[in-house]
């Protein structure tokens, strides 16, 4: 018997992607809402099944986060043998450490909630660090997207382009850009002041007349790669970035500000739905969540697909 993905209401078009190159088709699940906005999702049954709960956590990642949980534990309660919770894009990632005294480690929380309703796996791309590994008591198989976001830039990366890590924790990201497209790596330094608010500071290597591309693990407001572009102009890059990332959450006037900083093409997958894609080009990734799944099902290796430090 094969894998048997639930789809939840983060992201259905990716979900149903997956289960097309499957070759299968979602299991039965519906996700009501009580009048004041409690959810009730409710499973088919699903007894000795090896079930996949795909669900990413993009915004509003609060609300996806508890129908994640609860899924979890419908599938639990349906009679699931096993059950893995695919969250391409993984909220609260970036809360792996405390930045100062009184701040919750967000990251754990989640991980220690996603064990506790009953997942077995967690399978996650690109996380904003590795260290989300670590923080979970359970399996993590870490996905890379960056094979196929390279690919989607290199028809039209001129060979004299330079990628940017916007800030030092993207330059691991960058020097794997570069060893895929053979181009050199430049890196900005940044100061996040708030959610929204971001300070750069210098530039390291060699853009002056050249084309820039600005990679990072994910776009939400745009400030980062507003900034970022700001810098390299001000050091002679040429006009008209390009910025790519694999997840585009891409808060509400996130295009604009990265239109509004000369940015003339900006590549994502669709890890995360995103409320504002306009002109976005956008790479699924159901195939490698597929080619995943089905090996995990199948108790296959899944080294080539996945993020190594």
Known sequence: M????????ANRRLACAVTAALGTEPAVSETARFPDGELRPVVAELRGEDVYVV?????????????LLLLLDACRRAGAARVTAVVPYF?????????????????????????AVGADRLLVVDPHT??????????????????MVAAGLQPALPDAAVLVAPDLGAVKLAERYSSILQRPVAVV???????????????????????VVIVDDMISTGSTIEVAAAVLRAHGAAAAPT???????????????????????????????????????VCSV?????????????????DDLLLHA
């Open 2 to 9: 094969g894998a048997r993905v639930v789809a939840g209401t």
């Open 55 to 67: 669900q990413p956590t993009g915004p509003p990642v609060n609300e996806h986060l508890v129908e």
């Open 91 to 115: 909220g609260y990632a970036r809360q792996d450490r405390r930045g100062k005294a009184g701040e919750a480690v967000g990251a754990r929380v989640v991980a220690d909630a996603l064990a």
């Open 130 to 147: 590795i260290a989300l590994e670590a923080v979970c008591s359970m399996p993590v198989e870490m996905l890379t997207a960056v094979p």
């Open 189 to 211: 330094r940044k100061t996040r002041v708030s959610g929204e608010v971001v300070r750069a500071h210098q530039l390291v290597g060699d853009v002056s007349g050249r084309p």
């Open 243 to 281: 910025a790519a990332a694999t997840h585009g959450p891409l808060v509400r006037g996130a295009v604009e500000r990265m239109a509004g900083a000369g940015v003339a093409r900006c590549l994502v997958t669709d890890t995360a739905a995103g409320e504002d894609r306009g002109s976005v080009e």
């Open 286 to 302: 159901a195939g490698l969540l597929a080619d995943a799944i089905d090996r995990l099902h199948r108790d296959r290796a899944l």
